[in-house]
């Protein structure tokens, strides 16, 4: 594939900045950091390393509230932190992406302090704005995600803004020219800076309802996940007119060589709407796959999500896979109970489906949520529902590097932002040991470089008993994943075994099938196999 293409069959590893490596001390991770840590993704063998927010933010939500587009946080760095990182990666031949934030600013941003000072004011219109109902009442009905509504009286003027997400960040008006004006401007502040690409933020829901209207409530026919929040939010996110702005930037993106991508956060829980955003190959290169974070692990459901996803996605587009990220319980405690045999099924599956891997930092160690107590919380979600159910902190702990104070991430001694988990499982000791899951990782990432198959090829799931999941990928390469605690054999694939959750069946021929012990997978060469049940 063209070099333009990396995206496709690369490996994509998101660092959350404040929780990778501190250089200076002060307990929060840092740009000099992630820098020091280039040779760590190269031996890894990742292709690109996306950044959560590192702009400047009051950190309401941790960079997810932004009160300058187009410079570094302090804490971070400096913008020239941010090209030595572009530098120095692309010398290593690794891209960096960054976070993008469009849907809302921070309350501290100047434009919305501005907004704020009266109806007249020259951004007032760059935010959502509504008068209160007749009895004083919010606007309409619509809920945050994060609880509560999505509307705060503004004093001063006697209107409510909109803030899908905390008060403290206001929703940005998408309907205003000058605010596609503005972040156009973003975009190519950082595209001309060399960065490769950019996440954009809840890129389902930034544009809202012109007229404002009610969510429908939940009824008993939707999903679970709809009847918990109580109403279906197709007015305040996913508007049809999202997909005009996506492929404006795609347009942007697309106007650079080499071309630039653009990975969505199609916060979305259906295969069939996250399936739209990829549009007619004119909106995102990759939009995440929500709908597989959050099934069970289970084989049948998983083939499932995949069989799905595989027919929604156009041919123009692109499947990208995760299993963690900042957002979400850590696959480990999530899928895997702490269970490091079915932690290695999960990364097989992970790297081996057809699409672009995206891997949450410490998630090769097997890293577990590390539980935070209450007076070490700093999710603004963790404080605001303790102590249920639990918010964030828990994946967003400082990596583990080392088996010493401060685990490698800080100075020992030091009170890191968020408390350290167990440092015995750590980057030193497991790099040492060839058994350990951190070089099953690097040894998947490079099998998957090393085979088109892999990287390129289609995806055919195979006949395979309950409990396993099995699928071809091109001419000769089968993966299969035992997620169960029984002995099972998956019939009629022939050649041999490349590389096998215990390591210990590497090179091992096939004759009669592949029989997988509790929890194991394999990814095996194997020219002939049973007929595919799609
Ligand atoms: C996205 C981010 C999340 C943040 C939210 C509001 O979902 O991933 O961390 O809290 O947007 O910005
Ligand atoms: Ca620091």
């Not at 690109?48 to 410079?71: E, R």
């Not at 739209?276 to 995440?288: I, K, M, T, V």
């Not at 890191?416 to 990432?445: M, Y």
């Amino acid at each position: 594939m063209s070099a333009a293409a990396w995206w496709r069959d690369g490996v994509i590893y998101q660092v959350y900045p404040r929780s990778f490596q501190d250089s200076n001390g002060d307990g929060i991770g840092d740009l000099p950091g992630v820098i020091r840590r280039l040779d760590y993704f190269q031996w890894l063998g990742v292709d690109a390393v996306w950044l959560s927010p590192i702009t400047v933010s009051p950190d309401a939500d941790f960079g997810y509230d932004v009160a300058d587009y187009c410079n570094v946080q302090p804490a971070f760095g400096t913008l020239a932190d941010i090209d030595r990182l572009v530098r120095e990666a692309d010398q290593r031949g690794i891209k960096v992406v960054l976070d993008i934030v469009p849907n809302h600013t921070s309350d501290r941003h100047p434009w919305f302090i501005e907004a704020r000072s009266g109806r007249a004011a020259r951004h007032r219109d760059w935010y959502v704005w509504a008068d209160p109902k007749a009895d004083g009442g919010y606007p309409n009905n619509w809920l945050s995600p994060f609880g509560g509504p999505t509307w705060t009286l503004d004093e001063r003027s006697g209107q409510y803004y909109l803030h899908n997400f905390l008060p403290q960040q206001p929703d940005l008006n998408w309907w205003n020219p000058e605010v596609k004006d503005a972040f156009d401007a973003i975009y190519r502040f950082w595209f001309d800076r060399g960065i490769a690409g950019f996440r954009i933020d809840v890129a389902h829901g930034i544009v809202k309802d012109l007229h404002l209207r009610d969510n429908p409530v939940a009824t008993d026919e939707d999903p679970p996940h709809v009847r918990a929040h109580g109403q279906r939010n197709i007015y305040n996110m996913e508007r049809p007119e999202v997909h005009d702005v996506l492929r404006h930037w795609r347009t942007l993106a697309d106007g650079y060589d080499p071309r630039r991508i653009l990975l969505g956060e199609t916060y979305v829980l259906d295969v069939r709407t996250m399936g739209r955003f990829y549009g007619a190959g004119d909106e995102l290169h990759l939009a995440f796959n929500f709908t597989y974070v959050h099934a069970p692990f289970k084989a049948s459901v998983l083939a499932e999500v995949v069989a799905e996803s595989e027919l929604v996605i156009p041919d123009v587009g692109w499947p990208v896979w995760t299993v963690s990220n900042h957002d979400v319980s850590r696959v480990m405690s999530r899928w895997c109970q702490g269970d490091e045999r079915k932690l290695r099924t999960a990364l097989l599956s992970l790297l081996a489906l057809r699409g672009t891997p995206v891997l949450y930092y410490g998630d090769e160690i097997g890293m577990p949520d590390n539980l935070v107590r209450q007076e070490d919380l700093q999710d603004p979600l963790g404080k605001r529902h303790w102590p249920a159910p639990r918010g964030r902190d828990p994946e967003r702990t400082p990596m583990q590097w080392r088996n010493v104070n401060g685990g490698g991430f800080t100075n020992a001694g030091l009170k890191p932002w968020l408390p350290i988990g167990d440092t015995a499982r750590n980057v030193e000791d497991q790099q040492a040991d060839p058994g350990s899951t951190l070089n099953f990782v690097r040894d998947l990432i490079a099998l998957r470089r090393a085979s088109p198959d892999l990287q390129s090829s289609q995806y055919r799931q195979l006949k395979s008993p309950p409990n396993a999941w099995a699928w071809q990928r091109g001419a000769a390469t089968v993966a299969a994943v035992n997620l169960s605690g029984r002995r099972l054999r998956i019939p009629e694939v022939a050649g041999r075994i490349l590389i096998s959750t215990t390591r210990s069946r590497a090179g091992e021929r096939l004759a009669d099938g592949l029989t997988l012990g509790a929890w194991e997978g394999a990814i095996c060469f194997s020219a002939s196999t049973s007929a595919p049940v799609r």
